[in-house]
């Protein structure tokens, strides 16, 4: 099996298989565009809830500025996302963004569920040196299509991967001794449906040349009410995760410091309607772009990071990801009631129905664990249960950190 460490263009860069150094705390790499949320697919974990065309959207002039701008700052590539951005109704202006992208010499990231792929757009997307990350949350057709609320997806998603393969975009784009990389990946949202195909997957995406990449469950949106369902047991997801890695070699990158946190601390998110964020799962807004340039932009994500300390706080799992109230520290103890809280649904039901001081009187708590415990509201359940999984030390990988 070769063993290289596979990067994914776009996320990572010819400079660091060559070992140059690049400052992923002071510049900005990465522009996420997000000028839309509407989609053809119905996933269960999906952090959006509005799948709908929306008057007040970014135009294509409005996106050709930001995409200029972004250019004049330096950003490297830029991940153009949605909902869908390939959907056929929206192709026209999907392409033009692509187009401008490429002119201002930047790489695109296309995040796409795949359906809408034909050979012509593939041809046009490996023309325009554009990366694909395509999505992968099992490899059993029916529970493919279960999980992505789309009868005949996994069908479509193995289409799509064929089709891209065939062109450029299916070939190592270079390598190094112990590394190279590529310009597919295929994205897992980790959750209980699929802990047990981790490992699959990975030696999957490895024979396809492909980067593999698991994601934590951000319960936010029309994950929220699905995630009893979606809650993984830790301990099962860190070891299949373990293995899972081994057949598809993760990169920790130095960017001054390995324990920066995300990647995409390192970059800006324009959502729909302009609203300025610090990822695309990020719905705590800082501004609009209509009012502040991009480079302001930049300024308010690097106030807003240190300010709060994020990328200290990401040893305890992406700050951004979870709604909730107020933040929790999260010790040992509370971990395991938590996690308990939220995949018992017997014990959960005693616990919100006047039995909370008979349940915490079983364990060993200091006095701020069982008054964290004992102010939990129900609403509050899956967003916490949601932070225990994305911790680093439960689920061994944390989204684009790597």
Same mark, same amino acid.
């Given at each position: 099996?070769?063993?290289?460490?596979?990067? #994914?263009?776009?996320?990572?860069?010819?400079?660091?298989?060559?070992?140059?150094?690049?400052?992923?705390?002071?510049?900005?790499?990465?522009?996420?565009?997000?000028?839309?949320?509407?989609?053809?697919? &119905?996933?269960?974990?999906?952090?959006?809830?509005?799948?709908?065309?929306?008057?007040?959207?970014? +135009?294509?002039?409005?996106?050709?500025?930001?995409?200029?701008?972004?250019?004049?700052?330096?950003?490297?590539?830029?991940?153009?996302?949605?909902?869908?951005?390939?959907?056929?109704?929206?192709?026209?202006?999907? !392409?033009?963004?692509?187009?401008?992208?490429?002119?201002?010499?930047?790489? +695109?990231?296309?995040?796409?569920?795949?359906? =809408?792929?034909?050979?012509?757009?593939?041809?046009?997307?490996? &023309?325009?040196?554009?990366?694909?990350?395509?999505?992968?949350?099992?490899?059993?057709?029916?529970?493919?299509?279960?999980?992505?609320?789309?009868?005949?997806?996994?069908?479509?998603? !193995?289409?799509?991967?064929?089709?891209?393969?065939?062109?450029?975009?299916?070939?190592?784009?270079?390598?190094?001794?112990? =590394?190279?990389?590529?310009?597919?990946?295929?994205?897992?949202?980790?959750?209980?449906?699929?802990?047990?195909?981790?490992?699959?997957?990975?030696? #999957?995406?490895?024979?396809?040349?492909?980067?593999?990449?698991?994601?934590?469950?951000?319960?936010?949106?029309?994950?929220?009410?699905?995630?009893?369902?979606?809650?993984?047991?830790?301990?099962?997801?860190?070891?299949?995760?373990?293995?899972?890695?081994?057949?598809?070699?993760?990169?920790?990158? &130095?960017?001054?410091?390995? +324990?920066?946190?995300?990647?995409?601390?390192?970059?800006?998110?324009?959502?729909?309607?302009?609203?300025?964020?610090?990822?695309?799962?990020?719905?705590? #807004?800082?501004?609009?772009?209509?009012?502040?340039?991009?480079?302001?932009?930049?300024?308010?994500? =690097?106030?807003?990071?240190?300010?709060?300390?994020?990328?200290?706080?990401?040893?305890?799992?992406?700050?951004?990801? +979870?709604?909730?109230?107020?933040?929790?520290?999260?010790?040992?103890?509370?971990?395991?009631?938590?996690?308990?809280?939220?995949?018992?649904?017997?014990?959960?039901?005693? #616990?919100?129905?006047?039995?909370?001081?008979?349940?915490?009187?079983?364990?060993?708590?200091?006095?701020?664990?069982?008054?964290?415990?004992?102010?939990?509201?129900?609403? =509050?359940?899956?967003?916490?249960?949601?932070?225990?999984?994305?911790?680093?030390?439960?689920?061994?990988?944390?989204?684009? !950190?790597?």
């Amino acid at each position: 099996m070769n063993k290289k460490v596979i990067r #994914f263009q776009g996320l990572s860069f010819r400079e660091e298989l060559e070992k140059e150094r690049m400052d992923f705390v002071n510049q900005p790499i990465y522009l996420s565009l997000v000028p839309w949320e509407f989609c053809n697919w &119905d996933c269960r974990y999906c952090h959006q809830d509005r799948r709908v065309k929306e008057g007040g959207e970014l +135009t294509l002039e409005e996106m050709k500025i930001i995409i200029s701008e972004a250019a004049e700052l330096g950003i490297r590539s830029v991940l153009f996302l949605g909902g869908e951005v390939l959907l056929k109704k929206i192709w026209g202006i999907s !392409r033009k963004v692509i187009e401008a992208i490429h002119g201002a010499g930047m790489i +695109t990231v296309i995040y796409t569920n795949g359906s =809408q792929i034909t050979k012509e757009m593939a041809e046009f997307l490996a &023309d325009q040196n554009v990366s694909i990350a395509l999505k992968c949350d099992t490899l059993i057709p029916r529970k493919y299509d279960y999980l992505v609320g789309k009868k005949g997806a996994y069908k479509q998603f !193995r289409q799509a991967l064929d089709i891209i393969q065939q062109t450029s975009i299916g070939k190592v784009v270079c390598k190094s001794d112990n =590394q190279r990389m590529v310009r597919i990946l295929l994205s897992t949202v980790g959750c209980g449906l699929n802990v047990d195909e981790y490992v699959s997957i990975a030696r #999957f995406a490895t024979e396809q040349n492909a980067r593999w990449m698991m994601e934590s469950l951000n319960c936010h949106g029309d994950a929220v009410p699905n995630i009893q369902e979606l809650a993984v047991d830790a301990l099962k997801h860190a070891q299949s995760m373990k293995l899972a890695l081994g057949l598809n070699p993760a990169q920790f990158f &130095d960017g001054g410091a390995s +324990t920066n946190g995300c990647r995409l601390f390192s970059g800006i998110t324009i959502r729909k309607k302009g609203e300025i964020a610090i990822c695309p799962q990020d719905y705590n #807004f800082l501004g609009n772009i209509r009012e502040v340039g991009l480079r302001d932009a930049w300024g308010l994500i =690097q106030n807003k990071i240190f300010s709060a300390q994020l990328r200290k706080k990401w040893i305890n799992g992406c700050p951004l990801k +979870t709604k909730r109230k107020e933040v929790i520290e999260m010790t040992e103890e509370l971990k395991k009631i938590i996690l308990q809280l939220g995949i018992n649904s017997e014990l959960r039901k005693k #616990f919100f129905a006047g039995e909370k001081e008979n349940i915490l009187s079983r364990h060993n708590l200091t006095d701020e664990e069982r008054k964290c415990l004992r102010e939990i509201s129900e609403d =509050q359940l899956p967003g916490l249960v949601s932070k225990v999984v994305q911790s680093p030390e439960l689920s061994g990988i944390g989204d684009i !950190r790597i």
